[in-house]
């Protein structure tokens, strides 16, 4: 399922820290592809993907933000001082969502030190397959119906800044825009 280079890669980090990739890169506007089989490859991305979020730290990390343009994601919203609780998702796809929204305010690895507060229905019905390969359904509500639509956008190639006003995405992006283009002089 995955190819050579990948395999590589992912077996060289032996679930060290993956680098995430950072707007405006490219990578994090591609649709990711649908995960065929679940396999040691894709366990050892998981549990590289696991390591990362909690490193960074963050609540949720999808793959294209390690640069692998396939349909994975893995979300943690506990606090540090609760047990860790992470949920993994193989093509995840939402089934339902509510009428009823919530508003919470959003950030994102891939775009740091940048948050905003996104509107988004308040409960989602999910499907995915398992670390284990096995279909499962999943209700979430308050965060985690918040996280789950954020990583899911990620697969899309979809911001949490395309919520906002063209004038506020414009700016957030210049200024990463103009940040590595510093960097690389
Ligand atoms: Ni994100």
Redesign the pocket.
Known sequence: MLTAGLANLISASHMAILPILTIPDPILRKKARLIERVDADLRRLMDGMLATMYDAPGI?L?AP?VGILRRLIVMDPAKDEAPKNPVIMVNPEILTRSDEMRIHEEG????PEITAEVERPARTRVKYIDRHGKPQEMELEGIWSTLVQ??ID?LNGV??IDYLSRLKRDMIVKKFTKAKRADAL
């Open positions: 949720g999808a933000q994102c690895l891939s775009i954020h990583e990620h911001l949490f």
